[in-house]
């Protein structure tokens, strides 16, 4: 079990320990990261109101927030979500492009520390959370497209709480998604998220049907990465 120090949310992580050793090499890829490695399979257990105790802290799936349309949600992450295209963008310009517009980061941390009120958190200027994202239809037979901010530059592919987070925007009733991303009809979903790098994936276990559907379960596939190793000596 990982306790999670940014949101306080517990998570399982089911790593491959055959004979009490653990297992680096496989044949498992992320977008982004260079090689294949061993899978380890991460489980956030009590995702929902990781920060502000409730899935949709302000009350509403959809706030108006400066002219904008947006949904504040709390799950595993709390993000303020947006459509792309009210920011003027396709959703699916790099990373580069992105942290290059000025103007587009100011606007995006406006909205931010308005919702960040809404959603009970105070003033979260200067502060990580919460994390911003703009949605767009996927160009391919992914679920949606996201460009995640970490808050104030865009993520190079896309963080795993946040992840989490966009899923359960796509999988639930009445959000930001509707009528953007390809829809998940089923309650044992893998909801597929492209982003700068490729895509990565959430699966999802959800209860319940329409206003009354949520989250039992997210959890994703990482690797095992072996980075160094050492000894340290320790005086008598």
């Known amino acids: 079990m990982i306790h999670s120090v940014n949101t306080g949310a517990t998570i399982e992580a089911i790593v491959e320990t055959p004979h009490g050793q653990v297992t680096y090499a496989g044949d498992i890829e992320i977008a982004g990261v260079p090689g294949t490695a061993a899978p380890v399979q991460i489980n956030f257990l009590d995702a929902i109101g990781s920060k502000t105790g ?19 949600i709390d799950v595993a992450m709390p993000m303020v979500i ?9 959703g699916h310009e790099t990373k580069a492009e992105l942290d290059a517009d000025a103007d587009l980061l100011a606007r995006i941390e406006d909205v931010r ?50 992840a989490i987070c966009v899923a359960s925007c796509v999988a639930l009733d009445s959000t930001i ?11 044992t979903e893998t909801i597929v998220i492209e982003h700068p790098q490729g895509t990565i994936e959430v699966a999802l276990s959800l209860t319940g049907q329409g206003a009354e559907r949520t989250i039992d379960r997210a959890g994703v596939v990482r690797t095992a990465r072996r980075l160094m190793s050492g000894d340290v000596a320790i005086p008598d």
């Open 54 to 72: 409730t899935l949709f802290p302000t009350g509403n799936r959809i706030d108006r927030i400066q002219g904008l349309d947006v949904t504040c």
């Open 82 to 90: 947006a459509r792309a295209a009210d920011f003027g963008k396709t």
């Open 113 to 162: 520390l308005e919702a960040g009120r809404a959603m009970g958190m105070g003033d979260v200027a200067g502060k990580v959370t919460p994390k911003f994202g703009l949605l767009a239809a996927p160009a391919t037979e992914a679920h949606v497209t996201s460009r995640y901010f970490v808050p104030t530059d865009c993520h190079p592919t896309h963080a795993v709480s946040g």
């Open 177 to 187: 998604a509707e009528g953007l991303a390809r829809p998940a009809p089923t309650n």
